[in-house]
Every structure is written in structure tokens, then in C-alpha cells.
């Protein structure tokens, strides 16, 4: 086993110790936990983006946990959604990555439709790999259902990130907690590294605390911090909104019936008419509170675009549920992203981000959570927003990638 403590202390002067990539000429198979496609990008679409600079990346789209049941309103909507991923297959990123969506069944309770599912990966990703030159890879697994994967592309290592309190995903994967939490199991003891995204996956891992890392998300900062570095014209989508007089709260990424706390919404958008919510993301189906004339949903905007449209954004809020347990459990990204803007924040509890209670507003109701965002609007200060850009400002992805590069290298140098 590789030393792990002492590459980890080492993370702070990566910078100044490296002249060439710390990672380089290796082939990286990734079963990421979410899509290419349909997602704002997260920690695995960032990490592969650097790595493919100087290496052969493959990235696997999300292999199901199982749909959820077909009496529920999300279930046409997922199916639709996986479909048109399964119609792209193979495809080659601008950066240079290739996207693969394998055939596969969402039957993982059996043995027999596990059996099916791992003939047809092994049968796609080995010929894959063949014609594409992916020899001995680096098998980087971040969601549990690629267990069976293990062993079967001759990988010179295996590294798993846990994202997501995988078990606690009823959303997905319905009544198979305990099949989703024996193959966490079994990858967390198989793996040669295990990477948590947040600090409460982490404080609460039972296994492997040996070869276990904390894996901070992080963020593209000088992209989000041109958010107010420049001046941005109103997007049309934002036009309608974007009046003298109104405030607007604005959100971006996933937008989820489970996810948004309807309710804080309702409750603040009727005693604050003037103040419009503002959703940019992708969504499986509408959500209740769309029907009230200041909360609006304006689909997915390309990250490029996103600082833009944050530009115009008074307040970046976080209106999470705070009582769904595999929500308690999130790391959000945005969060990060929201902080490089400069931009206020307010959001509802997340453990991740308790420590930075003061330099962004966590809200304990929803009345505090008006208050918080009156304070923003009439007391927030040029040094406010420095303080928020500085708590980010060093930790980008380039920097998590060169982390990570570093401890894969010491792997693969000794296997």
C-alpha cells in the first residue's frame, strides 16, 4: 500500500514540485456515478478533462441502479432520459475524451440480471478498449454498481470515489439499500484508494480508513469569478425578470422534485412577491411551485454561459430539503462556484459547508432564511465578497487533478 498520509501532506506545494504532468501516458477508465450529457458538470467530468491533457481517458456514463417503480411520476422521464443517452453510445468529446453509454438492463436485485449485465460491460469495454488502445488502465469507479468491472480490464489500479451516500438513494435504486451498500463494501475493500467527496461520507466510513481520502469538490475559479470581474449583458432568458424593482434569487444545477425544498420557496416567494426565483437547470418533471408568478424555471444554460447569467443574480441561493437523508449527505459544487462569483449566498444546513457559516449565510428556518437574504441585500460589502472569493480562490481543479495524478502515480509506479 502506497503512503497515502505522506502524499496527502504533501498536496499544499504540488505546484512548485512539479515542472510535467504528474500523471501522464496512462489509459483511465471512469464509471462515473452520473452523465456526461445531461449533467452540470461534476468532480469526475472536471478530474477527467485535465487528465485526458496528458493521458487516454475513457468515461462510462452512469450504470443504473435500477429504475425507480413504474408507479412513480419520475419513471417515463428517466427512461426517456437514459434512451436518448443510449442513442449516442460512442461518442468523442472536444476534449478528447470518449463517452461511452453501454447497454445495459436496470435489473440489479438477481443474480441473473447482474450475470446479464456484467457479460454485456465486459463485452463492450473490452472491445472498446481494445480498438482504442486502452491498455492496463487506471479503473476509477465512483458509483457501486460497476463493482463486477473489478478485475475484468487487467487494471494496474483501482481507485473509488464515493460521491454519495449510495444506500440512502431510494430515488434511484428504491428497496435495494442493502444489494447498493454490499457492493460499497466490497469496493471499498478491493479499491488501492478510496476518495470521499464530502466530510461527512468521510467522518462516517467504518472501512478501509486506511487508504481514505478527502477529495474537497472544487471549482473553476477564474471562470466564475468573471461573474463580476466584467460586465455582462442581461441573457434573454433573464430579461422578463430582470426589472427595476425586483430582486432576483437565482439557483443553478439539478432541480428535483426530492431536492428543492418546495415549501421554503412557497413560503418566501408569497411574503416577498417582488423577490423572483430563478432555476437553471435540467429537471425530470415540473416543479409544484412553478405556478407561482415569481418562480421561474428556465432549463439548462451551457457552463460557459452560466457566469452570465449569475451576473444578474442579486442573491445565489441553495433551497435544499434539509430532512431527506441522502441529501444531508451532498457536497454541492455550486456552492464553490456560487462563492467564486462573489455573489451573496444563502443557503439551507449542509454539513459540508457549516465551516464557512459567516462567510456564506446558513439558514436555520424560513423566516431566517428571509432574513438572510434582506442582510445580503442591504449589508453585504466589497469586503464580504473578497472574504467569499479567498475561502475558494486556491482550491480549482487543476489543483485537485494534480493531487490526485500524484497519488495514482505512486500506485501504478509500485504495482
Not at 505522506?6 to 489509459?27: H, T, Y
Not at 472491445?127 to 487487467?154: E, K, N, Y
Not at 412553478?290 to 445565489?316: K, R
Not at 431566517?368 to 445580503?376: G, K, L, M, P
Request: charged share 20%; proline share 5%.
Amino acid at each position: 500500500m502506497p503512503n497515502l498520509k505522506c502524499l496527502n501532506s504533501q498536496f499544499s506545494i504540488l505546484d512548485s514540485q512539479f515542472k510535467k504532468p504528474v500523471l501522464e501516458n496512462q489509459s483511465i477508465i471512469c464509471f462515473a456515478g452520473e452523465d456526461w450529457w445531461y449533467h452540470h458538470p461534476h468532480s469526475k467530468n472536471h478530474l477527467m478533462k485535465r487528465f485526458v491533457r496528458h493521458n487516454r481517458v475513457m468515461f462510462i456514463n452512469s450504470i443504473s441502479m435500477g429504475l425507480p417503480s413504474v408507479r412513480s411520476r419520475d419513471f417515463f422521464a428517466k427512461v426517456k432520459r437514459k434512451l436518448k443517452s443510449y442513442a449516442k453510445f460512442v461518442r468523442r468529446t472536444p476534449e478528447g475524451i470518449w463517452v461511452v453509454t453501454p447497454i445495459v438492463l436496470p435489473f440489479f436485485s438477481s443474480s441473473a440480471g447482474r450475470a446479464l449485465n456484467l457479460f454485456l460491460l465486459v463485452f463492450q469495454i473490452r472491445l472498446l478498449a481494445l480498438l482504442l488502445g486502452f491498455r492496463s488502465p487506471v479503473l476509477w469507479i465512483a458509483i457501486p454498481t460497476a463493482r463486477d468491472m473489478v478485475g475484468r480490464l487487467h487494471e494496474s489500479a483501482l481507485i473509488y470515489q464515493v460521491s454519495d451516500k449510495y444506500d440512502a438513494n431510494s430515488m434511484d435504486h428504491g428497496d435495494r439499500s442493502a444489494l447498493i451498500r454490499r457492493l460499497h463494501e466490497e469496493l471499498i475493500a478491493a479499491a488501492d484508494v478510496v476518495y470521499y467527496s464530502g466530510k461527512k461520507l468521510l467522518a462516517e466510513a467504518e472501512t478501509g480508513r486506511e487508504k481514505s481520502i478527502l477529495l474537497e469538490q472544487a471549482v473553476d475559479f477564474e471562470h466564475f469569478a468573471s461573474t463580476t470581474a466584467q460586465t455582462w449583458p442581461v441573457p434573454v432568458e433573464m430579461q422578463p425578470f430582470r426589472k427595476e424593482g425586483k430582486v432576483i434569487l437565482g439557483y443553478f444545477g439539478a432541480i428535483e422534485t426530492w431536492l428543492i425544498d418546495q415549501n421554503l420557496v412557497r413560503y418566501v416567494a408569497e411574503r416577498r412577491p417582488h423577490w423572483q426565483f430563478v432555476f437553471i437547470g435540467l429537471k425530470t418533471r415540473p416543479l409544484e411551485v412553478e405556478s407561482l408568478p415569481n418562480v421561474h424555471c428556465i432549463g439548462s444554460q451551457p457552463y460557459t454561459s452560466l457566469p452570465a447569467f449569475a451576473a444578474h443574480f442579486d442573491v445565489c441561493v441553495l433551497p435544499w430539503v434539509t430532512d431527506n437523508e441522502f441529501v444531508s449527505y451532498g457536497s454541492a459544487i455550486k456552492v464553490r462556484e456560487y462563492l467564486a462569483t462573489g455573489k451573496p449566498v444563502v443557503m439551507t444546513p449542509l454539513y459540508e459547508y457549516e465551516p464557512l457559516d459567516g462567510i456564506l449565510r446558513i439558514t436555520r428556518s424560513y423566516d431566517h432564511f428571509i432574513d438572510c437574504v434582506e442582510q445580503a441585500l442591504t449589508a453585504d460589502t466589497q469586503a464580504d465578497k473578497e472574504a467569499r472569493q479567498q475561502a475558494v480562490k486556491g482550491n480549482t481543479w487543476d489543483v485537485r487533478a494534480e493531487q490526485v495524478g500524484a497519488i495514482i502515480t505512486n500506485i501504478v509506479g509500485k504495482s
